[in-house]
Structure formats: structure tokens, C-alpha cells
């Protein structure tokens, strides 16, 4: 399908017509959704924008339910994927969606949550497996006409953690993986996967659909995968957050592959607390026989011994001293070569990440209790949180193995020691280096 006109923008998008109800069939279009009258009623919007935090609410009475959330996504996929300006993002829906959200929905009132993903839908990448009535393709006919036989090891960590699969995202077929001059997001299957902000517009790729469908609130997370780029590149044509795990820190197995030295999967989020949500979920805590890369990396060996170890790092996100106590590498890599514009903004979001968090606190004096605002000198700021400005990713921050970089060629030179044990000393703005001209990499190369 192709865009009927080239003047939507993401804001349209945000209240665009729709019309079906909710019991709409999951049959019989390229999405599973049967036409929906041409009435021009207001889209659904109830819950745009919405986050994982906002729809699990803190209790039973306040969360939002699976089926209401789940609803809500089938009709603003007919709305605006299916018809309206045609978004082209999702393949297929899962039939079994509604009674995965009325499952959900049960075991909260029972007092059973399962995780962070508890009754939120989610979207996956045509070339994830799942081992349900939906076909897994990598965009191409030549896999169709036999759904997977098994979960893949990333859908089967949602299932458990009681996520709501919403169906598949379009791709790049075969994942840019077929043709040097390709277009991102195209497949012989999903047609042409658009951008909400301009669908005239490169969404990028190769996981085009999952980027496009969780800007244009049509999932709240999606799984992406990458071989070099198609994580990174979706999210930032589409204005979303994305996660490029290191290879080995999520299971491969039931991935349709291009690289076994590459290939990793990773969210795709409109905040970073539910991105980090998502990763906390789908890492491998212990070794996946099914994927060797598993037993290669941190959390891997760390997961025999401590269960907890990939919750406590990646759930913190979501306080406001969730960085207290991190050191983090920053590469300079690839960032001195942008314009000062982007550049600044970069340099903006370290220095904010340096700022001490003003925070109430409750203290009791003289047997009444009163709030006070604090600044907390221990969370965000210079004393805790270690940021170490780079030209690469110095040996003593990140020990990846060899390949596994998303640093494609590093510098050979190492910053010193002793910069990383007084970074945290380092000036909100951190004295940029002339900026040599910009490299520009087609949109097409990302796999």
C-alpha cells in the first residue's frame, strides 16, 4: 500500500479518523483487520503517549487493563496502518492477543504480575519467532505458509513475564539483507513501511515497522534486531528510544540470522524507563543453549550466580537516582564529527545526567513528621555518577569482546587512566575538538 498523500505529518497521525469497533476480525488484510467504515470520527487517543509505568499503575484498581490497552492498539492499527495514510508498519496481528490480555487481566485481580511487561502489548519483528498462529518471515514469501514451530527465547522471556503479543512489525526484507541498494522498510510482504513525522519519508531500517508503530502509538514497546544499525537508525528517524544490546546479553535462537558475530535484539520505546523495562525482561540471566553467545558476556556468567544481577542494573532507570553509583563510557567517536547543533545537545544531556536530583524527604522532629527538599549530593552528580569523555571506549568502562562493538573501527588510542578517575570532575560542557566534516551513510546500508 502507498501513502495517499505526502502532507501527514506525526501530529495527523496523533488524531487521525477511526471508526471500527472493538471487536473488529483479526482476519482477511495484510494487518488481520477487516475495513472499517468511511465515517471520519475522531481517532482513539486515550492512550497515545502512553508508558509502561502509566498502564500498570501501582495496584489493581488503578491499572489499566490488557484488554482496554490491547483494544485500543487493534483499532489505531486499522485506523492509520491499515487505512488513513496507510503507515505500513505492522504485518500481521496475533489472533490470540485478546485472550493473552484477558489472561493478563485475570492474574492481576488473582495478585499475580509477572513483570514490568505485565499485560502491555507489544510488537515484534517479522523475524522473531513465535510459536503461536502467526507467520514469522523476515518479510519475504519465500518463509510464509508455516508459522514457527517454537517460541523464539525472546518471546518466550515476554510470555513469561505476562506481555500481551500484538503481532509482527514490517522489516527491511530479510533485514537489509538481500541487496545493496534496498530500500529501508520495504518488503514483499508489508509493502512499504512509512514514517510517522513524514511519510514521504525514510523510516529507516531494517526494523523499519517497529520503530514506525511505537512512534505512531500502535504498541507502547516493540522488539527490534540489529546487525549494524537497524536498532539505532529506526529509532532515530522516528524519534524513539532504542537499545543495541551487546551481542550475547539477549538470545539469538528463533532469530532469523545474518551475522552470528552481529546480530542482537533490542526495544524499541517511546521513554528510556521503558526501554530499560523491556531489556530487563528479554536478557539472557544465564547461558542460552540455544545461542552460544549467551555464556560470552557479563550477564551470562553473572546469572548463575545472581538471578537479580541484569533487574537491579537496568530497572534503576526509572528513580530519579537510578544513576547513582554508575560509571559510564562516553565515546567521542562519531559525535565530533556532527554539527554543533547536534553536538550540543549531546553535550547537554551529560551534563544533565551530572546534576545532583532535588528530592523530598521525610524526617520526624520533635514527634511531628515533616517533607523537605533536599539536594542529594550522593545521586547523579560528580561524587557518583563517573562519566569518562572519550575518543573511544577506554579498556578499564567496556570490555567487549572482539566484533561486538558498535564502534564498527576504534581508535587505537586509549584514554588515560588517569582521565577516568577524575572525569567526574569534568565541566557540563565538555571542550568540543574542531568538528571535521560530516560522513553521511546511506539509510539503506543498516542491516
Given at each position: 500500500?502507498?501513502?495517499?498523500?505526502?502532507?501527514?505529518?506525526?501530529?495527523?497521525?496523533?488524531?487521525?479518523?477511526?471508526?471500527?469497533?472493538?471487536?473488529?476480525?483479526?482476519?482477511?488484510?495484510?494487518?488481520?483487520?477487516?475495513?472499517?467504515?468511511?465515517?471520519?470520527?475522531?481517532?482513539?487517543?486515550?492512550?497515545?503517549?502512553?508508558?509502561?509505568?502509566?498502564?500498570?499503575?501501582?495496584?489493581?484498581?488503578?491499572?489499566?487493563?490488557?484488554?482496554?490497552?490491547?483494544?485500543?492498539?487493534?483499532?489505531?492499527?486499522?485506523?492509520?496502518?491499515?487505512?488513513?495514510?496507510?503507515?505500513?508498519?505492522?504485518?500481521?496481528?496475533?489472533?490470540?492477543?485478546?485472550?493473552?490480555?484477558?489472561?493478563?487481566?485475570?492474574?492481576?485481580?488473582?495478585?499475580?504480575?509477572?513483570?514490568?511487561?505485565?499485560?502491555?502489548?507489544?510488537?515484534l519483528k517479522d523475524n522473531i519467532d513465535t510459536g503461536d498462529r502467526t507467520q514469522t518471515t523476515a518479510g519475504s514469501f519465500a518463509l510464509a505458509g508455516q508459522p514457527a514451530v517454537r517460541d523464539s527465547t525472546v518471546a518466550a522471556k515476554l510470555r513469561a513475564g505476562g506481555a500481551v503479543i500484538l503481532g509482527k512489525a514490517n522489516l527491511s526484507e530479510w533485514?537489509?539483507?538481500?541487496?545493496?541498494?534496498?530500500?529501508?522498510?520495504?518488503?514483499?510482504?508489508?509493502?512499504?513501511?512509512?514514517?510517522?513525522?513524514?511519510?514521504?519519508?525514510?523510516?529507516?531500517?531494517?526494523?523499519?515497522?517497529?520503530?514506525?508503530?511505537?512512534?505512531?502509538?500502535?504498541?507502547?514497546?516493540?522488539?527490534?534486531?540489529?546487525?549494524?544499525?537497524?536498532?539505532?537508525?529506526?529509532?532515530?528517524?522516528?524519534?524513539?528510544?532504542?537499545?543495541?544490546?551487546?551481542?550475547?546479553?539477549?538470545?539469538?535462537?528463533?532469530?532469523?540470522?545474518?551475522?552470528?558475530?552481529?546480530?542482537?535484539?533490542?526495544?524499541?520505546?517511546?521513554?528510556?524507563?521503558?526501554?530499560?523495562?523491556?531489556?530487563?525482561?528479554?536478557?539472557?540471566?544465564?547461558?542460552?543453549?540455544?545461542?552460544?553467545?549467551?555464556?560470552g558476556v557479563p550477564l551470562g556468567s553473572a546469572g548463575l550466580r545472581d538471578a537479580t544481577v541484569a533487574a537491579a542494573g537496568l530497572h534503576g532507570v526509572r528513580e530519579p537516582d537510578g544513576l547513582e553509583g554508575a560509571r559510564i563510557g562516553v565515546t567521542r567517536q562519531g559525535v565530533d564529527a556532527v554539527d554543533d547543533v547536534v553536538g550540543g545537545v549531546f553535550?547537554?544531556?551529560?551534563?544533565?545526567?551530572?546534576?545532583?536530583?532535588?528530592?523530598?524527604?521525610?524526617?520526624?522532629?520533635?514527634?511531628?513528621?515533616?517533607?523537605?527538599?533536599?539536594?542529594?549530593?550522593?545521586?547523579?552528580?560528580?561524587?557518583?555518577?563517573?562519566?569518562?569523555?572519550?575518543?573511544?571506549?577506554?579498556?578499564?568502562?567496556?570490555?567487549?569482546?572482539?566484533?561486538?562493538?558498535?564502534?564498527?573501527?576504534?581508535?587505537?588510542?586509549?584514554?588515560?587512566?588517569?582521565?577516568?578517575?577524575?572525569?567526574?570532575?569534568?565541566?557540563?560542557?565538555?571542550?568540543?575538538?574542531?568538528?571535521?566534516?560530516?560522513?553521511?551513510?546511506?539509510?539503506?546500508?543498516?542491516?
Amino acid at each position: 500500500m502507498k501513502a495517499e498523500s505526502s502532507e501527514w505529518s506525526r501530529r495527523d497521525f496523533l488524531r487521525v479518523g477511526a471508526a471500527a469497533g472493538a471487536g473488529a476480525s483479526l482476519a482477511g488484510s495484510p494487518v488481520g483487520v477487516q475495513s472499517a467504515s468511511d465515517r471520519d470520527d475522531d481517532g482513539p487517543d486515550d492512550f497515545n503517549e502512553a508508558t509502561i509505568c502509566a498502564a500498570a499503575g501501582g495496584d489493581v484498581k488503578r491499572a489499566t487493563s490488557a484488554v482496554e490497552l490491547t483494544r485500543f492498539y487493534l483499532r489505531r492499527i486499522q485506523a492509520i496502518d491499515e487505512r488513513g495514510p496507510h503507515l505500513n508498519s505492522v504485518i500481521e496481528l496475533n489472533p490470540d492477543a485478546i485472550a493473552m490480555a484477558e489472561m493478563a487481566d485475570a492474574d492481576r485481580r488473582r495478585g499475580r504480575l509477572h513483570g514490568p511487561l505485565h499485560g502491555i502489548p507489544v510488537l515484534l519483528k517479522d523475524n522473531i519467532d513465535t510459536g503461536d498462529r502467526t507467520q514469522t518471515t523476515a518479510g519475504s514469501f519465500a518463509l510464509a505458509g508455516q508459522p514457527a514451530v517454537r517460541d523464539s527465547t525472546v518471546a518466550a522471556k515476554l510470555r513469561a513475564g505476562g506481555a500481551v503479543i500484538l503481532g509482527k512489525a514490517n522489516l527491511s526484507e530479510w533485514a537489509n539483507f538481500r541487496s545493496s541498494d534496498s530500500s529501508s522498510g520495504w518488503s514483499g510482504r508489508g509493502g512499504q513501511c512509512n514514517n510517522p513525522y513524514a511519510i514521504d519519508r525514510n523510516p529507516c531500517g531494517s526494523s523499519s515497522g517497529s520503530g514506525a508503530a511505537v512512534s505512531a502509538n500502535l504498541c507502547t514497546v516493540a522488539l527490534a534486531t540489529e546487525t549494524d544499525g537497524s536498532i539505532v537508525c529506526p529509532a532515530h528517524n522516528n524519534g524513539v528510544v532504542g537499545i543495541k544490546p551487546t551481542v550475547g546479553v539477549t538470545s539469538r535462537a528463533g532469530v532469523v540470522p545474518i551475522s552470528h558475530t552481529q546480530d542482537t535484539i533490542g526495544p524499541h520505546a517511546r521513554t528510556v524507563a521503558d526501554a530499560a523495562a523491556v531489556l530487563t525482561v528479554i536478557a539472557s540471566q544465564r547461558p542460552d543453549a540455544r545461542d552460544p553467545a549467551t555464556a560470552g558476556v557479563p550477564l551470562g556468567s553473572a546469572g548463575l550466580r545472581d538471578a537479580t544481577v541484569a533487574a537491579a542494573g537496568l530497572h534503576g532507570v526509572r528513580e530519579p537516582d537510578g544513576l547513582e553509583g554508575a560509571r559510564i563510557g562516553v565515546t567521542r567517536q562519531g559525535v565530533d564529527a556532527v554539527d554543533d547543533v547536534v553536538g550540543g545537545v549531546f553535550d547537554d544531556a551529560l551534563a544533565a545526567m551530572r546534576k545532583p536530583v532535588r528530592r523530598w524527604s521525610t524526617s520526624t522532629r520533635r514527634g511531628s513528621s515533616f517533607r523537605r527538599r533536599t539536594a542529594n549530593s550522593s545521586s547523579c552528580c560528580s561524587t557518583s555518577l563517573t562519566i569518562c569523555a572519550t575518543t573511544s571506549p577506554p579498556a578499564s568502562v567496556c570490555r567487549w569482546p572482539a566484533g561486538r562493538s558498535t564502534i564498527s573501527s576504534p581508535s587505537t588510542t586509549r584514554t588515560p587512566r588517569s582521565r577516568c578517575r577524575s572525569s567526574a570532575r569534568i565541566s557540563s560542557s565538555w571542550p568540543r575538538r574542531s568538528r571535521p566534516a560530516r560522513t553521511l551513510l546511506s539509510p539503506s546500508s543498516a542491516a
